[in-house]
């Protein structure tokens, strides 16, 4: 299976990470089913995403560095 996170746009360093130690990268909205999603500020509604609903862990960036959300995707999967 490939492992898709999908990551909130504006965070290009997760997302180039991501992408350089082999994980496909997808918007949150794309319907798709990812191992995590990342994002900031998930509870003010600021991808305007309230009536999405997803199985998936979500991973609040706030304050995190590029390197500690993939070591948090990674103990995923």
Known sequence: ???KVAVE????GVRDLLRKTGYQVVSPGSGE???AV???????NVMN???ITTRSVVIDATG????????RVRELG
């Open 1 to 3: 299976m490939t492992k």
């Open 9 to 12: 746009e504006g965070l290009t």
């Open 33 to 35: 089913e990812v191992l």
């Open 38 to 44: 990342v994002g900031t500020g998930l509870d003010n």
């Open 49 to 51: 995403m309230q009536d």
């Open 64 to 71: 995190k560095t590029p390197a500690e959300i993939l070591s």
